[in-house]
């Protein structure tokens, strides 16, 4: 998950599990619904479908247990920051954040970072956002982690463009 400046979709629909005060917070903070055990059945029977994203708070974990067959990715997660205790943060980035994927068979990553709406700035600010999403998650072995950049359209052709000045410090002395 990738937090983006400018959205150009409408908002995540995130399910907030959690107790206490993170209550009260999730809700301050945008979260769709509060989950509770009897969500947690509604999900396990089919009955509820309509969110997007799942985040807990460590303590919910437990009670969590019965969905992880059937959620499978979108079960929450400490390694894609989807369990936690800062709620604030999570829902930030699961309401307002795009999915990437890098897929390993031909290491590439497909994802949208706006729509032809945004002006050429904004669509920038996206992709140094994702590039930057994607660099802080590399393997140490994984070598040179980007080689090319390619931009396009719905229908139209691909272009490359120079994205080494959007490399963080980091990942860029790495590759090197």
């Given at each position: 998950m990738?937090?983006?400046?400018?959205?150009?979709k409408?908002?995540?629909?995130?399910?907030?599990?959690a107790?206490?005060?993170?209550?009260?917070?999730?809700?301050?903070?945008?979260?769709?619904?509060?989950?509770?055990?009897?969500?947690?059945?509604?999900?396990?029977?089919?009955?509820?479908?309509?969110?997007?994203?799942?985040?807990?708070?460590?303590?919910?974990?437990?009670?969590?247990?019965?969905?992880?067959?059937?959620?499978?990715?979108?079960?929450?997660?400490?390694?894609?920051?989807?369990?936690?205790?800062?709620?604030?943060?999570?829902?930030?980035?699961?309401?307002?954040?795009?999915?990437?994927?890098?897929?390993?068979?031909?290491?590439?990553?497909?994802?949208a970072?706006?729509?032809?709406?945004?002006?050429?700035?904004?669509?920038?600010?996206?992709?140094?956002?994702?590039?930057?999403?994607?660099?802080?998650?590399?393997?140490?072995?994984?070598?040179?982690?980007?080689?090319?950049?390619?931009?396009?359209?719905?229908?139209?052709?691909?272009?490359?463009?120079?994205?080494?000045?959007y490399?963080?410090?980091?990942?860029?002395?790495?590759?090197?």
């Open positions: 990738a937090a983006i400046p400018h959205k150009f409408a908002s995540n629909k995130v399910i907030c599990f107790e206490g005060d993170q209550v009260t917070e999730a809700m301050n903070c945008g979260a769709h619904m509060i989950g509770d055990e009897a969500l947690i059945n509604q999900i396990l029977n089919d009955e509820f479908t309509d969110y997007d994203y799942i985040v807990a708070s460590p303590s919910m974990m437990a009670g969590l247990l019965p969905l992880k067959k059937k959620l499978r990715k979108t079960f929450p997660s400490s390694k894609r920051g989807s369990v936690g205790v800062d709620m604030k943060k999570m829902l930030a980035l699961y309401l307002n954040g795009i999915a990437y994927k890098v897929q390993t068979k031909i290491p590439h990553v497909n994802v970072v706006g729509k032809l709406s945004l002006s050429n700035t904004q669509i920038e600010e996206n992709v140094k956002s994702l590039i930057e999403a994607v660099c802080t998650h590399k393997p140490p072995a994984a070598g040179p982690l980007i080689r090319k950049a390619t931009v396009s359209a719905f229908l139209l052709d691909g272009h490359q463009f120079k994205y080494e000045s490399v963080p410090g980091s990942c860029e002395e790495e590759d090197k």
